[in-house]
């Protein structure tokens, strides 16, 4: 779990605020989309991390990537500031809530978060997800060094508007092995025992890529450190946003 005030942080891009404002794109339909019913939510570590297989099919994945391709993407600093982890990749951001309340409720997202009936795993009452969208892409030789994801406070529109907060990330995988993408995958490492304790450290967790995967992990002040491997060939795509609960 992340440490009060330490440890590097995957700090969201502030500075989008300060430059013009970046056309809102024509995001392609959800479908094909498999339904509900053939979908779960699978625990790989409990209270910590969940997984959805084939969340998307592999013909829409393929589809976003097309589109995601034509995105103007900018290349993250070399260089972090102070406190935050090395990340080396190429990513596109926009603050689009009509995205993010399609991703939530016209895929199968918002009935297996719902249905699951488990507002402590989640942190509260979910309502949505994060409208701040992030797309990544990760060539050879990229990656993303061990960090922790922050909670962050956000405003869902409505009537009124929904004060809320980001309790767990959802990290949506477009490519794999499968595709040509080799490496790339997300390790998690447990917390390691006590320093009298005689217990050996616990094996980290991997999460091999896999398309159309849907991958939740806490993430604020019970974080688990974790990274994304260096790509070894091919190219790793991500869409990513987080779960707002009440605030």
């Known amino acids: 779990m992340a440490p009060k005030n330490k440890g590097r942080k995957d700090v969201p891009n502030t500075a989008a605020a300060a430059q013009p404002a970046v056309q809102t794109p024509n995001w392609p339909a959800f479908?094909?989309?498999?339904?509900?019913?053939?979908?779960?939510?699978?625990?790989?570590?409990p209270g910590q991390m969940i997984t959805v297989p084939s969340f998307w099919t592999a013909s829409l994945c393929k589809n976003y990537v097309s589109f995601l391709s034509s995105l103007s993407?900018?290349?993250?600093?070399?260089?972090?500031?102070?406190g935050e982890a090395l990340r080396v990749n190429d990513r596109f951001q926009i603050d689009d809530p009509a995205f993010a309340e399609r991703l939530w409720s016209q895929t199968a997202l918002k009935a297996l978060v719902t249905e699951a009936q488990r507002e402590e795993l989640w942190g509260g009452t979910v309502v949505g997800l994060n409208p701040n969208i992030r797309i990544y892409r990760y060539t050879q030789g990229q990656f993303f060094d061990q960090h922790y994801d922050d909670s962050n406070n956000v405003t869902l529109p409505g009537t009124p508007p929904v004060k809320a907060r980001t309790t767990w990330t959802l990290l949506l995988y477009?490519?794999?092995?499968?595709?040509g993408c080799i490496g790339g995958e997300t390790v998690f490492y447990p917390d390691p025992p006590k320093k009298k304790s005689k217990e050996p450290p616990?094996?980290?967790?991997?999460?091999?890529?896999?398309?159309?995967?849907?991958l939740l992990h806490r993430h604020g002040a019970d974080c688990?450190?974790?990274?994304?491997?260096?790509?070894?060939?091919?190219?790793?795509?991500?869409?990513r946003s987080d779960l707002c609960v009440i605030k």
Not at 73 to 82: E, F, M, S, V, W
Not at 174 to 179: E, G, I, R
């Open 73 to 82: 993407l900018t290349t993250t600093p070399g260089k972090p500031k102070k």
């Open 224 to 239: 688990m450190l974790h990274e994304g491997r260096e790509v070894l060939q091919g190219e790793k795509w991500v869409i």
């Open 202 to 214: 616990p094996e980290p967790v991997v999460v091999d890529l896999e398309v159309g995967l849907a």
């Open 31 to 45: 479908t094909p989309l498999r339904p509900v019913s053939d979908l779960a939510l699978h625990e790989v570590l």
């Open 174 to 179: 477009l490519t794999s092995p499968a595709t």
